[in-house]
Nanobody, 122 residues
Framework: VQLQASGGGLVQAGGSLRPSCAASGRAFSSYAMGWFRQAPGKEREFVAGASRSGSITDYADSAKGRFTISRDNAKTTAYLQMNSLKPEDTAVYYC????????????????WGQGTLVTVSS
């Protein structure tokens, strides 16, 4: 499966963004999806994950209560609704696909999008 992330941008603290991840190739609904992020000088970290149907989700502590992962299997697209953004959320956000199921383990994800930059100004 090929993944294309988009929808990043520049936003003020307290604002919202909704990056999306469009998939093509093998059946999108056969993969669980995840969002990761990588800030400058830091390791890539898990943000959120969703099961194949989207009914099961998981979030990093930093994302709980502010971010929502969702997916539309008919449109073969995953989303990450980000609200109440903080400057520390600034990073390149990556979507990824795994056949493992909902997981925060970066090594479980086989397919990766190219990333979309989110910048939150104070």
């Amino acid at each position: 499966v090929q993944l294309q992330a988009s929808g990043g941008g520049l936003v003020q603290a307290g604002g919202s963004l909704r990056p999306s991840c469009a998939a093509s190739g093998r059946a999108f609904s056969s993969y669980a999806m995840g969002w990761f992020r990588q800030a400058p000088g830091k390791e890539r970290e898990f943000v959120a994950g969703a099961s194949r149907s989207g009914s099961i989700t998981d979030y990093a502590d930093s994302a709980k209560g502010r971010f929502t992962i969702s997916r539309d299997n008919a449109k073969t697209t995953a989303y990450l609704q980000m609200n109440s953004l903080k400057p520390e959320d600034t990073a390149v956000y990556y979507c990824a696909a795994t056949s493992v199921g909902v997981t925060s383990g970066i090594l479980d994800y086989r397919y990766w999008g190219q990333g979309t930059l989110v910048t939150v100004s104070s």
